[in-house]
């Protein structure tokens, strides 16, 4: 689940692009704990993207899944990582207006232990990648 700064919170209706924070295992293995986003707010949502939402039943806590399926109400959104749950199949079908926006990229933020140049040059190769609707592509992305 990502979290959101004040500041992003606050200033999201003047800019249309904010950053997020991944908490939890449920976009395992697209998204891992401690990501970043880079989230488009409003605009188009299609089946497959990665987007981020409030929480139908807790709206102070925001959500990242992936748009499944548009269904009458609103959105089916899953996780990649079936196993871990929180999302339509606990709580149905969510409303057009608790979906904030599609996230475009995810960013991998340097670990403390990663100084060698080794370590360096692959994590600047696989830090920063597109989140595509096709979730094997993502997949295929991935750092490792």
């Known amino acids: 689940m990502p979290e959101l700064s004040q500041d992003t919170e606050r200033g999201r209706a003047a800019a249309p ?7 939890g295992p449920s976009m395992v293995p697209t998204l891992h704990h401690g990501d970043r986003l880079l989230v488009r707010y409003g605009g188009v949502v299609r089946p497959g ?21 548009r269904r009458e109400g609103g959105w089916w959104v899953l996780g990649d990582n ?10 149905g079908v969510v409303p057009d207006e608790l979906i904030l926006g599609r996230a475009l990229a995810r960013y991998r ?8 140049p080794l370590a360096l040059a692959r994590w600047a ?9 096709d979730r094997s592509a993502s997949r295929r992305l991935r750092a490792r």
């Open 17 to 23: 692009f904010g950053l997020a924070e991944v908490t």
């Open 82 to 91: 079936a196993y871990a749950g929180g999302d339509s199949t606990d709580y």
């Open 125 to 133: 190769f696989s830090a920063a990648r597109p989140l595509l609707t």
């Open 109 to 116: 933020p340097l670990k403390a232990g990663q100084r060698s």
């Open 49 to 69: 993207d990665v987007v981020v939402l409030r929480h139908p039943f807790q709206q102070d806590l925001l959500v990242v899944k992936r748009a499944a399926e």
